[in-house]
């Protein structure tokens, strides 16, 4: 009989994925990261960390990470497809525009989809999202895991689909506000979020013109 490989992984991760060893990559080099090519920090967390509810059914809590002195950051490629989450972020200034979160998904899901919403434009504009060792260890309040499970429905179901579609998309808009306007637009008409977010989403872009945020060129795409 082979040996188990304990496994962990991020809420929003796709189920049917976590056995899979080619999702996991290859640390290339952890040193030097230049920081005109980050968009987001994601802080991993100690303790009691951002994990699904069938994480927190089968795996032992808590759960540290190896802190800043033995490990170092580790930068996902900018045409790889990765969840973060809304707890323990950084945005930098040319990924502004990716911290909107759906509001017609549940919560548990909100922060998730934009995660995945965000990794085609990363990509399109040359920047990517960043792992950081631990700053926090997170204590959470007692609540039920099956209700979080229930939440999550869509992250169990939707997740391996939706990541495929987002790595495949494509668009030939010239400016970012009209690919991410397109993209929500796309997402919507299959079934990810609810058509009050294309209005969200639309308002958004609209506001972040007003202010003269400055948004990044495009890559032209095929």
């Known amino acids: 009989m082979g040996a188990t490989v304990d496994t962990s992984w991020a809420r929003g991760f796709p189920l049917e994925r976590i056995l899979d060893e080619r999702t996991r990559g290859t640390v290339v080099s952890t040193s030097n990261v230049p920081m005109e090519k980050v968009g987001v920090i994601q802080f991993v967390a100690d303790g009691n960390p951002d994990i699904d509810a069938v994480h927190r059914m089968t795996k032992p809590l808590p759960m540290d990470f190896a802190d800043e002195s033995q ?5 996902v490629p900018s045409n790889t497809v990765s969840p973060y989450n809304a707890q323990a972020t ?3 200034a040319p990924a502004l525009f990716a911290t909107l979160l759906p509001i017609t998904v549940k919560s548990r899901i909100s922060d998730i989809w ?7 434009l990363f990509r399109d504009i040359g920047v990517s999202l ?19 499970m229930k939440a999550e429905g869509d992250l169990y179901f939707k997740s391996d ?3 495929e579609f987002l790595y495949s998309w494509r668009s ?3 400016s970012l506000p009209a690919r991410m306007e397109q993209l929500w ?10 058509q009050d977010d294309v209005t969200l989403v639309q308002n958004w872009l609209s506001a972040l013109v007003q202010i003269q945020y400055d948004f990044k060129t495009p890559q032209q795409t095929q």
């Open 130 to 148: 960043l792992f950081a060792p631990p700053r926090i260890i997170q204590i959470r309040t007692a609540h039920t895991y099956i209700g979080d």
């Open 114 to 120: 934009r995660a995945y919403y965000a990794a085609p």
């Open 71 to 75: 490990s170092s950051p580790v930068l």
């Open 90 to 92: 950084i945005h930098h």
């Open 172 to 174: 030939t808009e010239d």
């Open 161 to 163: 689909k939706l990541s």
């Open 185 to 194: 637009i796309d997402l919507y008409e299959r079934g990810y979020h609810e």
